[in-house]
Every structure is written in structure tokens, then in C-alpha cells.
């Protein structure tokens, strides 16, 4: 069983800005969503959203009073007496050295019925695009979450994009964070403060890169004498001769690359985020997670998958990047190895997919994924941990749509880690509709 579930698990897939802005998080528990959870206790409160997401999604509408329970009492009627019947076959071969195994995995889902099919499953999400700089060439990422609050008031009203709170990425140890550096003064520019572009010390396809960026905060000491620093190396060449400062915090920000340049070695070559030619409303996952990468609108088309919040609402989730090659290229995302790290601390969070049991528009092809936080909660990351949920005799299955349904069926089921890390940040229902293409 245990190999079965390995090889599932690798088909799932600043106005603003100054050390004064951090402040002192305390210890965040790892989140699990098989503990069951008080949701009337202060520290234990998961409803709390940022943006609006205390919404469930009834067709193509905000469910009106007693819509949802009225829609789950008919899907219940619907599977009532009716099996999913699924054989899966695979097989895995280990490395030389023990690492992490390649596998390849066929699963046949006879359908009998027993069918999830949520509306507007997967929809575009529209994100802008910042650019920075590496190797004095262009890249451009999204900004979503951030583990300062005044950064992420201060970097939505940047980006005129809801970037979430997430004070669990404050927790993502030294070894899975890259270095960006945002300049205080110097040359006018398109940057966060009103100055140049910031300058990150990685881009995809470099082992170092990471979508977790720590800040620094670079100040010329003599504005007048400004030029624009394209690199970590000018950068350092700068500060070593003594003409800026460099101020480290402690902020950490979720910033996937989505387009690069390529470095100045030409041992990494110019490229993007891997583009698929249509989405479809209720069909696969797909193998690529981006629409459309516009540079000259300064904005990319995700496509926003469809999940369940820890307490069922509905919220939605893209893909950028996997901590191993075998999802990441399943995915069709880029592999940041360097989050891996965050694996075993609450950096990371829990989220829920389905390896059999009810049809749906899950990764697997079975229901929607369960996540253990969403944003507002103080546990929320989009680090995610995979956990994969497969249900001892699949004819029995229903939907699972909140931890408590996941808690009260854990004696039907078998839970195990995937054993990667997964980017997919959050967003709530009218986040979507209102920057849908």
C-alpha cells in the first residue's frame, strides 16, 4: 500500500517597508486536518478571511440561504445504492543512491454514478505581473502571500491584487528561502518603493531558486551617486565598496517566477511557465497550469482549480511549483527543490486529494481536494504538504467536503504522505469571479 500511495503521490500533483513592519510570531502548531478542530476557540479559528471567502458556490452563483444543503441532500439521493468500481496498477523503480523513486501509475475509474461534478471546477484567474531583475535581465512573478500584514496591505495596494497574510511562511527555515532585495532610493523606477526593480538571486532552473523570498532592504548612502544594480552581484560589489547598505529582514514573500531571461553563464536559458491552449469548465486537471503570459498588460491567466476549504466552503488554488521533478512535471510547473525543507515544519500545511472513491475534477480524477486552512487562518500557508486519501472499499465512498467529514471516515480510509511540497496559492470565490478574464 505504502508504494502505491508514493507513486499516487507523485502524479498530484510597498509604501511601506522596514524592520519596524516585523513583529513576533509565536510557535504555529502544524496543521492536520484528521485532529478534530474547536471552531468556537480563539486560537483555533480558521473562518477569519482576509478577502471575503466565507462563500459557497451553488452553479454559477454565491448559494443562497439553504441552497447548498439542499444541493448535498440531492447529491446524496443521486449516489444512493451506486459503486465506483477502481483498479489501479503501478510500478516503481528506486534510484541507485535510495533518493526519491520515479513512478508510473495507471488507474481506471469505472463510473457508475458516483459522480462530484462541482461547477466552474477550474476557472482563468487573472494575476499581475511584477518585474524585477537577475543578471541585469528581466523576470517577472506574482506576489500572493506575505508573512508581514503591513507588507501584504502594502504589496496589494502595489499590485491592485489581494496578497494574502500568511504568517506561517515567517516559519519556512533558512534553507528553503532565496534572497530579494528592494531598493529604499536611488533611480526612480517601477519598484516596490518607487525605485528600481528588485533583484532576486535565483531564477528557475537554478538549484538555489526558491518562489520564498527573504527581503533586504538595499539604501544608497549617497542617492545622487545612483545607478541601477541589475544583479546580486552588482549588488555586493556596491555594498563592498561601500556605497549602500543592505538591511536583512525577516519578511518573507511567496513569489513564483512565471517568465525569465535566462543568467549570464547561458547555462540557464530564457523561458516561462508551461502554457496550456484551453481550460475546460469541469474536465482533467491538465498538465499545465498558465493561459496566457502578457508582459506588455503586465499580467498572466492561471487556471484556478476548484477545492474545499476545512470547513467546506468553497475556495479556489493554482499551481506554481513542486519541491520534486516527478510532480512538477506531471504538473506542468517548475521544480523549486528548495522547498522541500518545509516539509517537516508549519511552514507547510495539509492538503487533501483522493487516489479513489467519487469522480470528480480532483488531480487524480477522483473528488476535489480537502485543505486544512484557507486564508485568514492563522495556520493558512501555500506550501502544501500532500496527503493523499484512499478509501478502503471505494464502492462505499461519498463525498468528503470539510475535516470533520475526513475525521469521522478515517476508519474507511488510509491517509499518507505524498512526500513533496506543492505552491498553490489561495483564493476565495470572488477573488476569481472579479479578476476572471
Not at 513592519?21 to 477569519?48: E, G, I
Not at 484567474?125 to 502594502?154: C, F, H, M, N, R
Not at 548612502?221 to 525577516?250: H, R, Y
Request: with cysteine.
Amino acid at each position: 500500500m505504502t508504494s502505491k500511495i508514493r507513486s499516487l503521490g507523485v502524479l498530484l500533483i510597498l509604501p511601506l517597508l522596514s524592520i519596524s513592519a516585523v513583529t513576533a510570531f509565536v510557535d504555529v502548531p502544524s496543521a492536520n486536518a484528521l485532529t478534530k478542530r474547536d471552531y468556537t476557540a480563539p486560537n483555533d479559528q480558521p473562518l477569519t478571511v482576509t478577502y471575503g471567502g466565507n462563500f459557497v458556490v451553488c452553479g454559477d452563483h454565491i448559494c443562497g440561504p439553504g441552497e447548498h444543503a439542499q444541493m448535498q441532500q440531492e447529491l446524496s439521493q443521486a449516489q444512493a445504492g451506486k459503486t465506483v468500481n477502481n483498479t489501479m496498477q503501478g510500478h516503481a523503480m528506486a534510484s541507485d543512491k535510495g533518493q526519491s523513486m520515479s513512478q508510473t501509475m495507471t488507474m481506471e475509474s469505472k463510473d457508475l454514478g458516483s459522480v462530484l461534478k462541482l461547477s466552474n471546477a477550474n476557472l482563468p484567474l487573472v494575476i499581475p505581473l511584477v518585474k524585477g531583475l537577475y543578471d541585469g535581465k528581466d523576470v517577472y512573478y506574482i506576489t500572493t502571500e506575505a508573512s508581514d500584514s503591513t507588507i501584504a496591505s502594502a504589496l496589494s495596494t502595489f499590485t491592485n491584487f489581494p496578497v494574502t497574510f500568511a504568517p506561517a511562511l515567517a516559519k519556512a527555515p533558512a534553507s528553503s528561502q532565496a534572497n530579494i532585495y528592494a531598493f529604499k532610493n536611488g533611480v526612480k523606477g517601477g519598484g516596490v518603493l518607487g525605485f528600481q526593480p528588485n533583484v532576486v538571486d535565483s531564477i528557475p532552473g537554478d538549484p538555489a531558486y526558491s518562489p520564498l523570498w527573504k527581503i533586504n532592504l538595499v539604501e544608497w548612502k549617497d542617492a545622487t551617486t545612483a545607478t541601477v544594480l541589475g544583479s546580486e552581484d552588482d549588488i555586493m560589489n556596491a555594498f563592498n565598496s561601500g556605497k549602500i547598505t543592505i538591511t536583512p529582514t525577516t519578511i518573507v514573500v511567496n513569489c513564483p517566477i512565471v517568465q525569465w531571461s535566462g543568467n549570464k553563464e547561458g547555462t540557464i536559458l530564457a523561458g516561462h511557465m508551461k502554457i496550456r491552449d484551453s481550460i475546460s469548465e469541469s474536465g482533467a486537471y491538465g498538465n499545465a497550469q498558465v493561459l496566457n503570459i502578457d508582459t506588455d498588460k503586465m499580467q498572466v491567466t492561471f487556471v484556478a482549480h476548484r477545492g474545499f476549504g476545512p470547513d467546506g466552503s468553497t475556495i479556489y488554488y493554482i499551481a506554481t511549483d513542486a519541491s520534486q521533478k516527478g510532480p512538477a512535471d506531471a504538473l506542468g510547473i517548475i521544480l523549486a527543490n528548495k522547498t522541500q525543507s518545509t516539509i517537516s515544519t508549519s511552514a507547510a500545511a495539509d492538503l487533501y486529494q483522493f487516489s479513489n472513491g467519487i469522480t470528480g475534477s480532483g488531480p487524480l480524477g477522483f473528488q476535489s481536494g480537502v485543505a486544512s486552512s484557507k486564508q485568514g487562518d492563522q495556520y493558512y500557508s501555500p506550501m502544501w504538504r500532500i496527503q493523499v486519501i484512499t478509501w478502503k472499499d471505494p464502492s462505499v465512498a461519498t463525498v468528503l467536503e470539510n475535516v470533520h467529514d475526513i475525521a469521522s471516515k478515517n476508519t474507511m480510509t488510509d491517509t499518507m504522505v505524498a512526500g513533496f511540497i506543492v505552491n498553490c496559492p489561495f483564493f476565495s470565490a470572488d477573488t476569481v469571479y472579479s479578476h476572471g478574464k
